[in-house]
């Protein structure tokens, strides 16, 4: 349970610091890359602790790992 | 094949978890899947579309309210977290798993509301479906989004009025299956968000 808080609190400082970056680095080119990485961090974040993946076969694992990474590459290679 | 039948094998060997319990169900789990890659290929076709029209996707996207959208992502984050904490209460037998899920619903409503709040602002704007090829993904991923937050609420209130009928083992394996849809909301805008209000 005390996982599950934690979890909350690192989720919530990313949305921070991800607003925080659009305010002040706008101009920054690593900018889009940054934001698609802290996403597809938070996506694994929920999928494992508060879906409670991290309990089940590797290959559901692999298969959302593989998908968001995947996703998370197209998008920066496509801005 | 009940989804709540699925939910129960966890072990194929000793140590190794079986490849039918994802937790929620293994069709559940079919469903997480389909959905995501229905909106990936989705934000796929949306940035070509940016390659194409970078001025109209650059200064559509600027027209977006970039805190409203972080403060819907904490928002739904929070209803994330409520809800996998009344699952554990619900497993572990603490009465206060109602509370729980009812801070999830709020959490859900709450983002219902500022969502619609956003709409009739674009609206009011004129930003409606066929402004521009930006705007029509925006209500479309947005719109389809939302209707399955409404959905989650649906399954969640649908949980509340019937799981007392059921046998404590099933009614667990269902609140597991309807946790596992409203977090593939969370899932859903975790994606949505910076692709629509941030990158560009």
């Not at chain 1, 921070?16 to 698609?36: E, F, Q, T, V």
């Not at chain 1, 961090?41 to 494992?48: R, S």
């Not at chain 2, 959905?151 to 949980?159: E, S």
Request: hydrophobic letters at 55%.
């Amino acid at each position: 349970m005390f996982r599950i808080q934690i979890i909350w609190i690192v989720l919530m400082l990313t949305v921070a610091l991800m607003s925080a970056a659009m305010i002040y680095a706008k101009s920054w080119p690593g900018l889009a890359a940054a934001i698609m990485g802290f996403s597809v961090a938070k996506f694994l974040l929920v999928a494992f602790y508060f879906m409670d993946m991290k309990g089940a076969n590797v290959a559901w694992k692999a298969i959302l790992i593989a998908f968001s990474g995947l996703l998370g590459a197209v998008v920066i290679l496509m801005k | 094949m009940n989804v709540s039948d699925t939910a129960v094998d966890n072990s194929a060997l000793p140590g190794q978890k079986s490849f039918y319990y994802p937790p929620g169900g293994l069709l559940m789990w079919i469903v997480i899947l389909l959905e995501l890659f229905t909106f990936g290929i989705a934000i796929v076709i949306f940035m070509y579309s940016g390659r194409q029209e970078p001025e109209v996707f650059h200064s559509s996207a600027a027209r977006l309210d970039v805190m409203m959208g972080s403060v819907n992502t904490v928002v739904l984050l929070t209803s994330g977290y409520y809800m996998a904490r009344a699952v554990e209460f619900y497993r572990t037998g603490r009465k206060l798993f109602k509370t729980q899920l009812l801070l999830t619903l709020l959490a859900g409503l709450l983002f219902i509301i500022l969502k619609s709040v956003e709409y009739t602002h674009k609206i009011g704007q004129g930003l409606t479906l066929g402004s521009n090829t930006f705007f029509d993904f925006y209500w479309m991923l947005t719109g389809f989004h939302l209707i399955h937050v409404l959905t989650g609420m649906v399954i969640l209130l649908w949980w509340m009025y019937t799981a007392h009928k059921r046998p404590r083992e099933t009614a667990l394996s269902h609140l597991e299956t309807g946790a596992a849809f409203w977090h593939l909301c969370d899932l859903i805008w975790l994606l949505l968000f910076p692709v629509l209000y941030l990158i560009y």
